[in-house]
């Protein structure tokens, strides 16, 4: 397991921007696929974005498609997330995860397909 801070959280009005960071302690950060999930209260925690180890693959869910980039920069063991035309829906604690594993959509997108989590970090969006 890796160990995974979130930082970059915060307040913002709808329609405004965030970036979220996710800091990785490990030499070894180019050899995980990386991944955001958020979760609402009173909700299950949901796949948000994924991006492969060398940053070449990614996908979104349908709901933030076109509005949130994933990136990494694997020389500073780090994943962001850019997250544009912030919705009060979008509001949710924000997790990054890691994982070795990397394969279809299908799988990637569920919770118990990573291994490693951090802490979270809220994301709160006004009207």
């Known amino acids: 397991q890796v160990q995974l801070v979130e930082s970059g959280g915060g307040l913002v009005q709808a329609g405004g921007s965030l970036s979220l960071s996710c800091a990785a302690s490990?030499?070894?950060?180019?050899?995980?696929?990386m991944a955001w999930f958020r979760q609402a209260p009173g909700n299950e925690r949901e796949f948000v974005a994924a991006?492969?180890?060398?940053?070449?693959?990614?996908y979104y869910a349908d709901s933030v498609k076109g509005r949130f980039t994933i990136s990494r920069d694997n020389a500073k063991s780090t994943v962001y997330l850019q997250m544009n035309r912030l919705k009060p829906e979008d509001a949710a604690v924000y997790y990054c995860?890691?994982?070795?594993?990397?394969?279809?959509?299908?799988?990637?997108?569920?919770?118990?397909?990573?291994?490693?989590w951090g802490q979270g970090t809220q994301v709160t969006v006004s009207s």
């Open positions: 995860a890691a994982d070795w594993r990397w394969g279809i959509p299908a799988e990637n997108i569920k919770v118990t397909r990573w291994g490693s």
């Open positions: 991006i492969n180890r060398s940053g070449g693959s990614t």
């Open positions: 490990t030499r070894t950060f180019s050899v995980y696929h």
